[in-house]
């Protein structure tokens, strides 16, 4: 079977209803064993999924975050319970270093050097952030609608494709932030700039 677990799940059931004479009943029996653990785990994923996406809905904070590309209800309800209202942070600058998402800065003389992103701070929701920049990099027809096109694009002429997914994080960090602590949803601008706008 090709290679993949989307295969897998799929040609699973077919193999083990079809091919019984290459496995003895006892592999038969502990390969379909945990074919149901599996499936179980299937099943608990998905219900979990569904309450975080209702207790989701319910929060306004959460709800509002949802309006950012790339963010749903895991990121916004793990924002929420992380910063609340985002007034511990002064600007949206301190919540991605805060994330870990900025470069290290290095200073000499008159010239500041930007090194690697510092990585400190909440590894999960820095985690979160990231995927949440490249769900919205390999979306390319939603860059206009959000306002990013302009900004990604000139982008990727001079970053990799790796530091663009982590510059896109830190973007998407201090507009959640913004979202959150002005009480606002996610808007596009005339201009094409990103700002969050009265809910």
């Keep these: 079977m090709r290679q993949g677990i989307r295969f897998l799940r799929t040609e699973l059931p077919?193999?083990?209803?079809s091919r019984t004479d290459v496995l003895s009943p006892r592999m038969l029996r502990i390969v379909e064993d945990?074919?149901?653990?599996?499936?179980r785990l299937d099943e608990?994923?998905?219900?979990?999924?569904?309450d975080i996406e209702t207790i989701a809905r319910q929060d306004g904070g959460c709800d509002r975050l949802m309006s950012v590309p790339?963010?749903?209800p895991i990121i916004s309800s793990a924002v929420v319970a992380a910063i609340g209202s985002g007034d511990v942070f002064s600007k949206?600058?301190?919540f991605a270093a805060w994330l870990g998402l900025v470069p290290k800065q290095i200073s000499t003389g008159?010239?500041?050097?930007?090194?690697?992103?510092?990585k400190r701070g909440n590894r999960y929701l820095r985690v979160l952030f990231v995927q949440a920049a490249w769900v919205v990099l390999v979306k390319p027809m939603s860059w206009e609608r959000h306002g990013l096109k302009s900004w990604i694009e000139a982008a990727k002429k001079r970053l990799h494709h790796n530091v663009l997914a982590i510059a896109l994080a830190n973007k998407l960090a201090r507009i959640a932030w913004a979202v959150l602590a002005k009480g606002r949803d996610?808007?596009?601008?005339k201009k094409s700039e990103v700002s969050p706008q009265p809910a």
Aim: no cysteine.
């Design 70 to 72: 790339g963010i749903g």
């Design 34 to 39: 945990l074919a149901g653990d599996w499936r």
């Design 92 to 94: 949206g600058r301190d």
């Design 110 to 118: 008159d010239r500041t050097i930007l090194g690697k992103i510092s």
């Design 186 to 189: 996610f808007e596009v601008t």
């Design 44 to 50: 608990r994923i998905e219900n979990l999924s569904r």
């Design 14 to 17: 077919i193999i083990l209803a």
